[in-house]
Every structure is written in C-alpha cells, then in structure tokens.
C-alpha cells in the first residue's frame, strides 16, 4: 500500500505497521487497523486490516410481495362487517366480509376507527351500526373535535390535557340532566 506524503509526513511505501516506516500517518493507519481488528465482527477485516466489502452485502434476497389496496369494496365489506358483528369483532368481520384480502386485526381496526373517526375505538366496544349509523357517527366525531381542536388527520383524537376526556363527560352530565 503506497501512502502519500506531504510535508509533515514522512515518505513512506511500506504497509502500515512495518518497523522501517513511521511517522504520524502511519501511525493513524496502525491505531485504525488495530481498532478494527479488536471491535469488528468476524469476517468484515481482511487480513492486512482493510474492510471486506463482501461482509456488506446481503446474503439473501427477500422478495416483499405486493400489498394488497384498500378500496371500495373492502370499505363497503367493513361497512357490513360492523353492521353484523360490531366493532372489535375484527377477525370475524376479515373471516366473513373481506375474504381474499389478507387483512390482520390491526389493519382492519385501523380501517373503521378511519370510518367512525375516531382514534379510540375504546367507547364503540359492542357497537353495531350500519353504512349509515356508522357516517352519523363520524359526523358526530367531527363536530366534537372541531370543537375541542381534537380534530387531527381526520379523527377525533385525545390530547395531552384530557380535553377530550372533559368534554365527552360534559356531554354525558347534559345528557343526564335532560332525562
């Protein structure tokens, strides 16, 4: 290995760690050599203290597979899904309604708290509601949260200082009061 020199370095056209070849580069050279041959993982140093770049290269390719789009006939077999079995009956509703889709639990969850808009799906546990019922109760979590200023990314969604939480008990007192 041929090292260039300028002023400060001495001529030098040994490897690094001959005896006969010193100065500050080659001692750089060494540390780093060194450093590498102690904290590096088999098989990424070659001999002479280089990199193996072959270390860094895949030893398999991983082929991902297509993922399937959400669409209109996978909304409207949600639609029915929560219309028959109600919200948390996830695998139910992928088992009856969105055949040929491969849709987990989380991904379908994800889909109706879009449709209702709502987050948390924590208080629609149970819930049954058809193509309607479900658009009233987006509506209806719409206005709730842009009157609270929970209103993100299109879903009503709890903030750090309970607003939310405040505002949905306020609803339940009137409620009450009025009965």
Sequence with gaps: MELQTNQTYMDCAAEPGASYCQGPLVDRLQYVIDMRRR???????????SINQEFFKPKRIVV???????GKPQRDALY???EVH???KWREIAADFLKGGKWDDQQIR???ARLLGSQSLARYVGWK???EAVEREYARNKAIGEATGCWKGGMLVEDNHGTLRKYMEGLEQQQGQQQ
């Design 86 to 88: 109600g919200v948390g």
């Design 80 to 82: 029915k899904g929560l």
């Design 110 to 112: 994800m889909h109706a």
């Design 39 to 49: 904290y590096s993982p088999p098989g990424m140093i070659n001999g002479d203290g």
């Design 129 to 131: 509601g058809n193509r």
């Design 64 to 70: 991902l597979q297509p993922r399937c789009k959400w």
